[in-house]
């Protein structure tokens, strides 16, 4: 079975430019998380989805970030403009829903994008 | 806010040591979760831990689930060489969000 798949793996933008980085789920998994990564840190989450609505967005920027989940599989989360301190790796995992509390809710992480803003 | 509290931030030992690592909170959780991150790779899930006090073994590795929900350990006994990694502890709550600690950088020296 697949896991989650991220793309692009890595990229390079100027500041100021817009980024966007993809994400799609394992199938069957209805939560969908992304969070970032700071070199040296543990992942912080920005915005978690239970289908295609935004549960949980209270640590998400959004003055410049966005993201969406049309169809309650693939998101995509944006970035713009970006800005140096956006450096960081983009994390996106997804899991089953738990509630009521259950067994085998727990998330399951794609590779990352590395975003380097220059 | 919400956070985990995971210690040692580092460890270097010799191979064939035993590791032990702990996280604790002022929060409750509702699952406690140990991953392993290797340099350019997402977080990959080692133990999943459901109940309160629940003891968990996958190979050499044993995580513990605190009878309180706020604390969790994780030992790795004999430890090799691969086990060089980032161990990192999270807590996911009923509403299934879930925080992470900072990390745990092992290394092995030879």
């Known amino acids: 079975e697949a896991g989650v798949v991220q793309s692009p793996r890595y990229k390079i933008i100027e500041k100021k430019q817009p980024v966007a980085f993809w994400c799609n789920p394992i199938s069957g998994h209805n939560t969908l998380y992304w969070y970032r990564q700071n070199l040296g840190q543990g992942p912080e989450l920005l915005i978690r989805?239970?289908?295609?609505?935004?549960?949980?967005d209270s640590q998400l920027p959004k003055d410049r970030f966005s993201a969406e989940r049309l169809k309650g599989v693939d998101s995509t989360l944006k970035i713009q403009p970006a800005e140096l301190g956006d450096s960081a790796v983009y994390l996106c995992?997804?899991?089953?829903?738990?509630?009521?509390?259950?067994?085998?809710?727990?998330?399951?992480f794609g590779q990352g994008t590395r975003l380097t803003v220059v | 806010g919400q956070q985990l509290n995971q210690s040692p931030q580092s460890m270097f030992i010799q191979e064939g040591e035993d590791v032990s690592m702990n996280c604790t909170s002022s929060?409750?959780?509702?699952?406690w979760l140990w991953y392993k991150q290797e340099p350019g790779e997402g977080p990959v899930l080692l133990i999943a831990?459901?109940?309160?006090?629940e003891l968990t073994s996958n190979g050499r590795l044993t995580a513990q689930f605190g009878i309180t929900r706020k604390d969790s350990f994780l030992n790795i006994s004999a430890s090799i060489p691969s086990d060089v990694g980032i161990y990192f502890c999270a807590g996911q709550f009923r509403d299934d969000k879930i925080i992470f600690g900072k990390g745990t950088r092992l290394h092995i020296l030879p």
């Open positions: 995992a997804s899991s089953l829903t738990g509630w009521p509390a259950a067994r085998d809710t727990e998330a399951f």
């Open positions: 831990l459901y109940k309160a006090g």
């Open positions: 929060s409750i959780f509702n699952t």
């Open positions: 989805y239970e289908n295609e609505e935004a549960v949980d």
